[in-house]
Each structure stands twice: as structure tokens, then as C-alpha cells.
């Protein structure tokens, strides 16, 4: 069973930058699929970016060319960098794993809130 906590978000200005964490507990980690999504204030959920257990990378194009997703395997964590933020990106974030034969994210974390001042 694989267990998810973020971590890392707070408050930044425009322009700035955030790092966020996506540790995941039980075994196998490195077959995991593992993406970010984000819910705004009434808004609903939306993909942010992901990346397979072989390291291929996904972006929304809302935050390509700002945004980084990573993975250390033997830290059983991914990590989002988070640059040039916008006043838009403020949400709270979400990281969700996928097994390797699953098609959907099962398994969500509880959310970590990112705020963006202008």
C-alpha cells in the first residue's frame, strides 16, 4: 500500500519560487507513474505535471518553462521546483501515484496550499 505526504508549500510573491515534496511510503517505488495536480478556490482539479518510472515528463502547458518535476528513487521522493510563480498558480497542490498496471492516480496525497501574492 503506498502512502503519500506533500510538503514545501507556503507563501511566495510573484516571481518567485517554491519547492515542493512528494514523499511516498511502501515498496516499489520506482514503478510508479507519480503527477502533481492542483484545485483552486472553486475551480476543479487540474493536472500540473507528471513523470513515469522511467523519467519521461509531462507539463501542463500553463507552467511549462517554469515548473520542474524530479525523482530520487532512493528517497522514495519527488519533487516539484516551482519558478516565476504567477498569482494564478495559487491552489492547493496534490501529488498522486500510479501503479504500473493501473490507468488512473489511486493514490492521493492530502494537499499542500501554495499562495501567490502580486
Known amino acids: 500500500q503506498v502512502q503519500m505526504v506533500e510538503s514545501g508549500g507556503g507563501l511566495a510573491q510573484a516571481g518567485g519560487s517554491l519547492r515542493l515534496s512528494c514523499a511516498l511510503s511502501?515498496?516499489?517505488?520506482?514503478?510508479?507513474?507519480v503527477g502533481w495536480f492542483r484545485q483552486a478556490p472553486g475551480q476543479g482539479r487540474e493536472f500540473v505535471v507528471a513523470?513515469?518510472?522511467?523519467?519521461?515528463?509531462y507539463y501542463a502547458d500553463a507552467v511549462k518553462g517554469r515548473f520542474t518535476i524530479s525523482r530520487v528513487n532512493a528517497k522514495n521522493t519527488v519533487y516539484l521546483q516551482m519558478n516565476s510563480l504567477k498569482p494564478d498558480d495559487t491552489a492547493v497542490y496534490y501529488c498522486?501515484?500510479?501503479?504500473?498496471?493501473?490507468?488512473?492516480?489511486?493514490?492521493w496525497g492530502q494537499g499542500t496550499q501554495v499562495t501567490v501574492s502580486s
Open positions: 498522486a501515484a500510479r501503479g504500473p498496471t493501473m490507468t488512473e492516480y489511486k493514490t
Open positions: 511502501g515498496s516499489d517505488f520506482g514503478t510508479y507513474d
Open positions: 513523470i513515469s518510472r522511467n523519467r519521461g515528463t
